[in-house]
């Protein structure tokens, strides 16, 4: 059996070599907790182009439950939810709520289809609930226009016409929700 711990070294020796190991891992792991802080508070969603950004004080909870019941009242149905936030609590990282609900409806689906079955791949739209450092919550959202323009060619008038639909429809949910 091969001992880890040479013979030749005094016990001195030892003690201080362990002594810069231990230190090393706790500044390892004190620069990958760092690193998932910074992570963690990479901040607001800026406006940019082709979105619609709307910075709420309601906490995080409340505006996905809030996107959920205006998306019903405006004939949208909830058809996909995804967020990092509960995964990474179950791996014992804390970052700020951050969930993404897809939106949509089978008569703007059956429509979209009849005139561009590539443009379907951008259903459902996603809506973007994130939490903020004061606990306010942020619900941003590509507009549909955007999301569908590079399928304009092929769908034509018609497909840009429901998109300006689906934008009205979008502004509608998100002024419910902010309410």
């Known amino acids: 059996m091969v001992s880890r711990r040479p013979a030749s070294l ?72 995804a967020g990092p936030t509960e995964a990474a609590a179950a791996r ?24 561009s ?5 951008e259903a459902p739209v996603r809506i973007y609930v994130t939490e903020e450092e004061d606990g306010s919550a942020t619900l941003a959202y590509k507009l549909p226009s955007h999301v569908f323009a590079p399928y304009t060619e092929e769908g034509g008038a018609e497909l840009k016409a429901l998109a300006d639909q689906l934008d009205r429809r979008f502004a509608r949910i998100a002024e419910r929700a902010e309410k």
């Not at 079955?117 to 791949?121: G, L």
């Open 10 to 81: 005094p016990l001195e020796q030892r003690i201080t070599t362990w002594r810069s190991v231990m230190s090393l891992k706790r500044l390892t792991a004190a620069l990958i907790l760092a690193a998932a802080a910074a992570a963690a508070a990479a901040g607001n969603i800026a406006p940019r182009d082709g979105w619609a950004v709307h910075e709420t004080s309601k906490p995080y909870g409340q505006l996905i439950n809030d996107v959920k019941a205006a998306a019903k009242a405006e004939g949208m149905g909830v058809v996909t939810q």
């Open 92 to 115: 014992g990282i804390t970052i700020p709520g951050n969930r993404v609900i897809g939106l949509f409806n089978n008569d703007f689906a059956v429509k979209i289809l009849a005139l």
């Open 117 to 121: 079955t590539a443009a379907m791949i």
